[in-house]
């Protein structure tokens, strides 16, 4: 399979707790991007990677959210203390170009 | 004022009907425009770019007024597997290749 993988592809977790989320991308893209997407929304961007950096944050990415793509390969995400309003699904896609695009199949965060 | 905008519907259409949704957007500097189709608890894939004046695949039609800053996307006999929501996608301007999603329009075919 040479798509993008995301994992767990669920994730249930108490107020509080701790997630991490784990993208690998397509290997020959070099761009890989973190989104979010709740209920009736369209997907909304996080932060983005051009290889093992991390070029830009939105302001929605809050101080309890940490992103990594360690050696430009796969890239986690990280969520410290969640809160109610953390669930949503997380996508990761990778690309090489605007419309070379691939989404992962997502991770779907509930937070009781 | 939302940067891309579309009308969340749901339409509800029966199969082999025609169907049309529109989408604005806010930056009159855009040059590129996408839609995506989502399937419900699925990811986004791409459908349809729409560059110039528009787009053409199958039963697809994309179209683009620049001067209305609308973007349309119609469906030509419908199918039920046409069943779900079209997302319109404008890029950022700037060498990111981040994407704008709209908030996406349900469609439901029924037989």
């Known amino acids: 399979d040479t798509g993008v993988s995301q994992n767990p592809r669920h994730k249930i977790t108490k107020r509080g707790q701790n997630v991490t989320f784990r993208c690998d991308p397509i290997?020959?893209?070099?761009?890989l991007y973190w989104y979010r997407q709740t209920l009736g929304q369209g997907p909304e961007f996080l932060t983005y990677?051009?290889?093992?950096?991390?070029?830009?944050k939105s302001r929605l990415l809050s101080d309890r959210f940490s992103a990594e793509r360690p050696k430009g390969s796969f890239s986690t995400l990280e969520i410290q203390r969640t809160e109610q309003g953390d669930s949503a699904m997380y996508l990761c896609?990778?690309?090489?170009?605007?419309?070379?695009?691939?989404f992962g199949s997502g991770t779907r965060l509930t937070v009781v | 004022r939302k940067e891309v905008e579309q009308d969340p519907g749901p339409f509800n259409v029966p199969e082999g009907a025609t169907v049309a949704f529109n989408c604005t957007y806010s930056n009159s500097a855009s040059q590129s425009f996408f839609w995506y189709r989502q399937d419900c608890r699925k990811e986004p894939k791409l459908l349809m770019s729409?560059?110039?004046s528009g787009n053409e695949d199958g039963r697809f039609t994309a179209q683009l007024n620049r001067a209305s800053q609308y973007i349309s996307l119609l469906i030509r006999d419908s199918k039920l597997s046409d069943s779900a929501t079209y997302l319109c996608v404008v890029p950022w301007m700037d060498s990111s290749y981040k994407l704008i999603f709209g908030s996406g329009t349900r469609l439901l075919v029924r037989p």
């Open positions: 729409v560059y110039s």
């Open positions: 290997s020959e893209h070099n761009r």
């Open positions: 990677f051009q290889n093992e950096a991390q070029l830009e």
């Open positions: 896609a990778s690309s090489g170009t605007v419309k070379g695009y691939t």
